[in-house]
């Protein structure tokens, strides 16, 4: 039912985008007198609004073809070095340095393509050799690949990091947090030379009963049963995944406006005031993240649910409770791989102290090897996106990297 009424209103709106597109382009066609009055000018803006308000399930590019690496511009070739049915991992390659630490980024899946994190890997490259888990559409997943649980996820993280080797440094964004750390736990336990020589966590709820929010609040008072009966549903048979269970994207992206509404018809307002006034450098900038945020992907029911009651409801982890195929997992024993926690003072996602929990439970860390760091003025997406990523974040990240990839290389061979 979900799929069926997403289909149905996107067709009955889809008339009403294609007419404002075609007003929009014809106001633009009209000779400059004519289009810089007012009243055209106000109807071209409102047409350009309505004629891009909506969802879609096309992956964005990339769109990372050069970065600056010591102000000198640098091509970047993307390669997938490995793949699954459910992601693959992908090498921002740059043939032309060499020598930089090795950072492998890990997002989330939650209806968002890993694009999203387009700002954070861009930033990065600058000083680091990137390789990022890009989860795929569960939509556009065989339902003979099998079921993707948290199981499986903290199975493509282990296989990741082990591709890769213990020279690197681990970036988890938001959501995954807690299973990646799951995963170095389960490497730091096993003594694996792939642990990694760093993890930062970024906006992650490793343990959301630390200043519960509005999202916690909501997940205390669901049943589970009536979470997977009305929010969860198949793939028709016209798609790759037909009969996969999912969790719609278009559903998590109507659950993600509502948590702020007026931010978001505020963003439109001066994307449409942009317009109107000609600063069309200000309404690329809006109309571009909201292509970015309205592309989506279903995400696997198993996973959805799997993650609702082990993390937002259960809270396994910080109950030493967590287990990754039926072995249990101890944080305490990471003891190799440094740790540095991030977050927005003014994230309403991810509230501030849920992420900074990691450090109680990784008590087998040295007292130099980890570290917090809270951003004032930011909520959750300025985390790993915009000004305050680039200028207060980022810098904090490359020295902890710095650091410790240096402390590692200096180590004496044992």
Not at 259 to 279: E, I, K, Q, S
Request: hydrophobic letters at 45%; glycine letters at 8%.
């Amino acid at each position: 039912m979900l799929y069926t009424a997403y289909e149905w209103q996107q067709r009955l709106a889809a008339p009403a985008r294609t007419t404002s597109a075609l007003t929009a382009r014809a106001i633009g066609a009209l000779p400059g007198p004519l289009a810089a009055l007012p009243g055209p000018r106000r109807l071209r803006a409102a047409c350009r609004i309505v004629a891009d308000a909506r969802p879609t399930h096309v992956r964005p590019d990339w769109g990372i073809d050069e970065v600056a690496v010591d102000g000198v511009a640098t091509p970047v070739v993307v390669d997938a070095v490995s793949s699954t049915p459910f992601a693959d991992l992908l090498h921002f390659a740059r043939p032309a340095v060499t020598g930089q630490p090795r950072v492998l980024v890990i997002g989330p899946i939650s209806g968002h393509f890993t694009t999203l994190l387009r700002p954070t890997v861009r930033t990065l490259l600058a000083d680091h050799d990137v390789f990022v888990v890009d989860w795929h559409n569960a939509r556009d997943v065989p339902v003979a690949a099998g079921r993707f649980g948290l199981d499986e996820y903290v199975d493509h993280v282990l296989a990741a990091m082990r591709h890769l080797g213990g020279d690197t440094h681990v970036v988890a964004v938001c959501q995954p947090a807690p299973l990646v750390l799951a995963s170095v736990a389960l490497l730091a336990a096993d003594d694996d030379p792939a642990q990694p020589r760093s993890l930062t966590l970024m906006a992650g709820p490793v343990d959301t009963r630390v200043n519960p929010n509005r999202v916690n609040a909501n997940a205390d008072r669901m049943s589970l049963p009536l979470v997977e009966r009305l929010l969860t549903t198949t793939v028709p048979a016209r798609y790759a995944g037909a009969g996969r269970r999912v969790y719609p994207g278009a559903a998590q992206l109507t659950a993600f406006m509502s948590m702020n509404v007026r931010r978001h018809v505020g963003a439109h307002l001066r994307m449409y005031r942009a317009m109107v006034a000609g600063d069309e450098a200000a309404a690329a900038a809006t109309r571009a993240f909201y292509d970015e945020y309205g592309a989506v992907m279903d995400v696997p029911a198993e996973f959805y649910l799997e993650t609702l009651r082990r993390v937002f409801m259960e809270h396994d982890l910080p109950r030493g409770a967590f287990t990754w195929r039926g072995r249990r997992v101890d944080p305490s024993r990471i003891a190799r791989t440094a740790l540095l926690t991030v977050e927005g003072a003014e994230d309403d996602m991810c509230s501030p102290g849920q992420t900074e929990a990691a450090h109680a439970l990784c008590t087998g860390l040295p007292a130099g090897s980890h570290r917090h760091h809270l951003q004032e003025g930011v909520g959750h997406y300025g985390v790993f996106a915009g000004s305050r990523w680039e200028s207060g974040i980022y810098p904090v990240l490359r020295s902890f990297v710095a650091e410790h990839d240096r402390a590692r290389t200096a180590a004496p061979a044992s």
